[in-house]
């Protein structure tokens, strides 16, 4: 193929005139012969191909890795560009049991076109090449159409069931796949290169302009996937089966990369970041920094990798590491009003990358941490916070910083009551207000750590105390700063602001005079290891406004705090000290994970809930909590394996997950999503999130190292995981990502972009069996209705329901419109109404008929119900609306439809004769009798007999008889005959020898004329010619129609086999010679020429003797001639000698074997080589030896080997035989 774009006039131009904007792009190209035949369409993904045939979907998957590797190699002059290999995988999606001949069509052609061509074979040039944003094939299955197209950047594909069309037709057979598995409830298709991650199929029907949600999930059965609908659907609707894809992926660093923070950017893109251990995190062109700063190793410093990901994960916006000559480590990133990302980390470096005029431009050092950081597999030296704020395209520094004191900062690492989970070193928080101003939310063990004059707490006097600060958005001012906590250690984790500017502060204290107000919900530390704290702050950090412990007589800390639209302040926290709920609220009792909210002066508590697996121990570590603006409560955390060596009780096995939960099952080593309505009434909806990883692999569970993830407002969770973890595969991913595996030798940043779906109320109701029902009808409602859980039904009859899916019965006749109120709580969402139209009908009268048949003939019965909607069931089996009966008996009809049963029932009653008089000739016979049906009655015989079943006869002639059954009246007649049988006899030769023939001829007795013969070999004439062994039988017709039959069997002596010949036999001496005869033995005589007649004999010695084998066809003769040879089997006849003597004295001056002379030599071969291996001597003379001589000299004295191959005949058969030995030569 030649494509040229931009240069007109060649035969590849691409056409491009102006156009608007599209929502979706043209990606299926259309064949017009530039491909093979079998080829519909070809769409281009990035690093994918899919061929559009007919009937199939071929996919060609191409390693990404290697393809932009390849790219690179294209500009470097020492690469063999094309010689780079680049791994790819195909498999096909084979629709089977589909229609051949299906229709096709593209959707929305581009106005751009393609021109090809292809050599010099025009049958191969295409012009005018269009590309579509939709392909559909029409009837790919009876009534059931397939489409393709891409919807926010993603490949997705319907199913439309049109009416009447059975959706069990459709069967997907997936070929050429690794592996293919159903995941919880969804699919997973594994190649060798990346899995593609199917979510359960969202199904539903638009009815009179209104969506309905069906459920339905995916059957796997080997390679063959279908749909299953566990309740039942309208089938007179539309059906569409539209399975639903989402974003996660993995970062594609070859390096050691683990996950710790992500948030969304303002277009839906998500940001990811954590640590990288060396070269190999995936940087892309025009990175602020594109290498690692680091020496690298297992332990080793880190620098920062964030990748921007595109709002779909197909494509990373920028990727960039940060960082300086040693290790840093983020904490927490948020976007700005520009769409810049601001990174709160922790940094040893002294060469950590600052902007001019930045706060503070030096790192002030630290203390070596030493003591369990993940681990002791990072080099931390001392450390102060860094806050970096990236440009948009991830190319350059905005503003950043360092800030700290002379001993560490931000890395919580003092007091082990606050460091409680995995990761807990790495939390504090940053979030920037309408203005870019940026807030954080960390620790300190400085006491010089900067504060600004008019600080709440200028200073700090435990060990490790909270600090709050705030920065413009270019890292130049520090508008101001304050330490939080009391005399131990504190540490702060989460921050936010409310409505009126105000900072909420939230963490763990073990200080007693850590600073509240008196007025405060809890005014005093609680008692136990550790307490929680939530502190507001007037907007510059001097003065606070409310601050109250949160915590137990045992183990509490509080990780997040949110604010809702009233400023009521939120709470996200653990707890060991058996929380009790308040009322009204959903809870999990005794469970260690809190939701509080307090009022806005965090006076009041107003609720309390908690969640979890109810056996008194923490679960999961939080990673994040919103409110949105319905007041609903989103949290985000994860638990199992990785968190055990903080807290042994870590596990996601055993929290509660809805219905519509994306995972059901957990292997206890997932990330776990909860939301709850507004004050904590209800819950929503809770998943679990990971994969699963084989027991006893020790490898792959997913968690997060610290930091923070966030739900962006409309409920989606961008969630970030350190995944892979030993080199495992098993995070799920999604198709079409930057890496949907897991490169690196052991973790790979993981990020999960999930849309609850909460931002929109949908209502959409159903009926189960169907809106048409008799009364009194029970009407089964169903609620499909998404976003919410509150509702109101009126049933149209006066009757209304506040319950989620009623069950309501109509007592009269008539139609009633229902509607379904779905409801926001507190009008945050706009209200969505479902309607649904109930005709009840009076039920009909059964039908009771009888029939009665005389003519034999089937008699159609119908039910009173001709709808062809209806359906039929007849206590015959049968499920139409008619049936044809013919036997008598009941037969009763049920039709169902809309709900009502119809009965309708028959009696039929044949009256048909099942005997009749027939036609008969009585051959030999004296008399006939002639019989009735058993039922018959007022009988009348030809005969005079009247009211007889039956009649007897003994002449020939015509009989009548008239008769009734029931109430049908019958007549019938018989022509009857009394002929004679004829009596025939086959004649003819019974014995003959092969090769000659028998003819066969029939006689008969009686002088009665034949009409015809049979014979079993299908000839018809009297006379029959035979060659073959075998019974032959005739049977005779008379012209009368009477028959006799008669069979012969006929032999023909088969020619003898040819006679085996034993003359010039020869045996060894020890041989036996045995002649068998036995074949001949059932053929013929024997006789042998010195008397004996046995047909089996064995002969040991010289002889010569002849037999004769005769029978009645034929007689031959054999032979017997046999030598016995002097030599027994297996016997060596020869010998070399050991030594020679070559002095010319005429004895033994010669080197040769020794054979017998009546041994008959075949071929011969010897050679002789002295010690260093020459070969000295060769013959293939067995009469010519070796005189001791080589090349013209006679040899010294000395041992020579020999190797000799002889073939000769001893005595039944040639043998060959190889000899080596040694010789001496004495002079």
Request: proline share 5%; with cysteine; glycine share 10%.
């Amino acid at each position: 193929m030649i494509l040229l774009p931009n240069f007109e006039g060649y035969a590849g131009v691409e056409h491009t005139p102006d156009l608007p904007p599209l929502t979706e792009p043209h990606v299926f190209r259309e064949n017009k012969g530039q491909w093979p035949d079998q080829v519909l369409y070809k769409a281009d993904f990035g690093s994918h191909q899919i061929w559009l045939e007919r009937g199939r979907l071929l996919w060609v998957q191409q390693d990404a890795t290697d393809l932009a590797e390849r790219a690179k190699c294209k500009f470097d002059p020492d690469c063999e560009f094309m010689e780079f290999e680049v791994k790819n995988h195909a498999f096909a999606v084979e629709f089977a049991g589909s229609n051949a001949d299906h229709g096709h069509f593209g959707h929305h052609p581009s106005s751009e076109y393609f021109n090809y061509i292809q050599g010099n074979d025009p049958s191969k040039w295409a012009s005018e090449v269009r590309q579509y944003q939709k392909i559909e094939y029409t009837d790919l299955y009876d009534g059931i159409d397939y489409q393709l197209y891409i919807r926010d950047g993603v490949l997705k594909y319907d199913f439309v069931v049109h009416p009447g069309a059975d959706p069990a037709d459709i069967k997907m057979v997936y070929k050429g796949l690794e592996k293919l598995e159903k995941v919880y409830s969804n699919l997973r298709m594994i190649t060798t290169l990346t899995s593609i991650f199917e979510q359960n199929p969202y199904t539903f029907q638009i009815i009179d302009g209104t969506e309905y949600y069906v459920p339905s999930e995916f059957v796997k059965k080997d390679s063959v996937v279908s749909f299953s609908f566990p309740e039942s659907y309208d089938k007179n609707a539309k059906l569409i089966i539209d399975p639903v894809l989402i974003f996660s992926s993995y970062s594609g660093s070859t390096a050691d990369n683990w996950g710790m923070t992500a948030t969304p950017g303002l277009n839906g893109e998500l940001f990811g970041a954590g640590i990288v251990f060396d070269e190999g995190y995936p940087i892309t062109m025009g990175a602020f920094m594109s290498s690692y700063s680091g020496p690298g190793g297992a332990n080793a410093v880190v620098d920062i990798g964030i990748t921007k990901f595109s709002e779909d994960g197909s494509e990373r916006i920028y990727s960039t590491y940060l960082g300086g000559n040693l290790s840093e480590i983020p904490h927490s990133i948020i976007v700005n009003s520009q769409n810049e990302l601001v990174i709160l980390g922790t940094t040893s470096s002294s060469n950590f990358p600052t902007t001019p005029n930045s706060v503070q431009d030096q790192n002030m050092g630290g203390d070596a941490v030493t003591g369990g950081i993940f681990n002791n597999s990072i080099e931390i030296s001392g450390t102060d916070i860094i806050v970096t704020v990236l440009s948009e395209d991830g190319t350059s520094l905005v503003g950043s910083t360092f800030l700290g004191g002379s001993r560490n900062d931000g890395i919580n690492d003092l007091d082990r009551n606050l460091l409680r989970n995995y990761g807990d070193q790495f939390r504090g928080e940053v979030v920037v207000d309408d203005f870019d101003n940026i807030y954080v939310a960390s620790v300190t063990r400085s006491s010089d750590f900067p504060v600004t004059s008019n600080a709440f707490q200028v200073g700090m006097s435990g060990g490790m105390a909270g600090v709050v600060f705030s920065l413009n958005r270019f890292c130049t001012q520090l508008r101001w700063s304050t330490f939080l906590g009391g005399s131990a250690a504190d540490a702060a984790y989460s921050i936010k602001l409310n409505s009126e500017g105000n900072v909420l502060l939230a963490g763990g204290t073990r200080s007693s005079d850590f600073p509240v107000r008196g007025d405060a919900y809890k005014p005093t530390y609680q008692g136990g290891p550790a307490n929680g704290f939530v502190t507001k702050l007037n907007n510059s950090g001097s003065d606070l406004l409310a601050g109250t412990f949160v915590g137990t007589n045992s183990y509490d800390q509080v990780y997040f705090v949110e604010v809702d639209l009233e400023d009521r302040v939120y709470l996200l926290g653990q707890s060991t000290g058996n929380l009790q709920p308040t009322p009204g609220v959903y809870s999990n009792p005794n469970s260690a994970q809190f939701i509080k909210r307090l009022d806005s002066d965090l006076n009041e508590l107003e609720f309390r809930t908690v969640f979890g697996t109810g056996r008194g121990s923490i679960d999961i570590s939080p990673t994040a909590l919103m409110v949105d603006d319905c007041n609903r409560i989103y949290t985000s955390g994860w638990g199992g394996a990785a968190n055990r060596n903080n807290i042994p009780t870590s596990t996601t096995s055993g929290l509660v997950v809805t219905p519509d939960a994306f995972q059901t099952t957990t292997d206890g080593n997932d990330f776990y999503f909860f939301v709850l309505e507004e004050d904590a009434s209800e819950l929503i909806f809770a998943t679990f999130f990971g994969g699963t990883v084989p027991p006893g692999s020790g490898i792959g569970f997913e968690h997060v190292d610290g930091g923070t993830s966030r739900f962006s407002r409309d409920g989606t969770i961008f969630q970030a995981v350190c995944a892979g973890c030993g080199g495992g595969n098993f995070f799920p991913t999604t198709d079409g990502v930057v890496s949907p595996t897991n490169p690196s030798p052991n973790c790979n940043l993981g990020v999960i972009k999930y849309d609850f779906e909460l931002d929109e109320i949908i209502a959409r109701a159903d009926v189960d069996r169907g809106t048409e029902g008799c009364a009194p009808f029970t009407a089964d409602f169903r609620n499909f209705s998404t976003g919410t859980i509150h509702f109101e039904w009126d049933f149209g009859d006066g009757n209304t329901s506040s319950e989620r899916a009623p069950i309501h019965q109509y007592e009269e006749p008539g139609v009633y419109e229902v509607s379904l109120f779905a409801l926001s709580t507190n009008q945050c969402l706009e209200p969505d109404t479902a309607t649904l139209t109930i005709e009840v009908i009076q039920a009909a009268e059964s039908i009771v008929d009888s029939f009665e048949i005389c003519d034999g003939e089937p008699i159609i019965l119908e039910s009173q119900i001709e709808n062809e909607n209806a359906d039929f069931t007849w206590n015959t089996g049968q499920s139409t609306q008619s049936i044809a009966a013919l036997e008598s008996g009941l037969y009763t009809v049920e039709a169902e439809l809309s709900n009502c049963i119809f009965r309708d029932s028959f009696t039929i009653i044949n009256s048909s004769p099942s005997v009749f008089i027939q036609d008969s000739i009585a051959c030999d016979q004296t008399f006939l009798e002639l019989n009735l049906d058993p039922r018959a009655e007022n009988i009348s015989w030809s005969t005079g007999l009247t009211d007889a079943l039956s009649t007897v006869v003994d002449e020939a002639g015509q009989y009548y008889v008239e008769y009734s059954i029931n109430n049908c009246e019958f007549s019938d007649s018989a022509f009857i005959t009394f002929p004679i049988s004829p009596e025939i006899k086959i004649i003819g030769d019974t014995v003959s020898c092969e090769g000659e023939e028998v003819t066969l001829s029939v006689s008969e007795s009686k002088g009665i004329t034949i009409e015809e013969y049979e014979w079993n070999v299908g000839a018809t004439g009297i006379d029959l010619v035979v060659t073959e062994s075998g019974t032959y039988s005739v049977v005779a017709l008379s012209d009368e129609g009477c028959t006799d039959e008669d069979e012969i069997d006929v032999f023909f002596i088969p020619q003898l086999p040819p006679v085996p010949h034993f003359s010039d036999t020869l045996i060894c001496a020890d041989g036996r010679l045995r002649v068998d005869l036995t074949e001949f033995e059932e053929l013929a005589d024997l006789s042998w020429s010195d008397g004996s007649g046995e047909f089996i004999r064995t002969f040991n010695e010289n002889r010569n003797l002849t037999f004769e084998l005769t029978n009645v066809c034929e007689e031959v003769t054999g032979t017997v001639g046999l030598e016995v040879s002097p030599f027994e089997f297996g016997e060596l006849p020869m010998f070399f000698p050991t030594a020679f003597s070559p002095n010319d004295d005429g004895i033994n001056d010669i080197f040769k074997p020794e054979f017998p002379p009546d041994l008959e030599i075949l071929s011969f071969e010897m050679k002789v080589f002295d010690r260093w291996g020459n070969k000295v001597f060769e013959t293939r003379d067995v009469e010519f030896g070796w005189n001791g001589v080589f090349d013209g000299e006679d040899m010294q004295p000395a041992v020579f080997a020999w190797y000799a191959e002889i073939e000769f005949f001893l005595c039944e058969e040639p043998a060959t035989v190889k000899r080596s030995g040694d010789v001496t030569i004495m002079r």
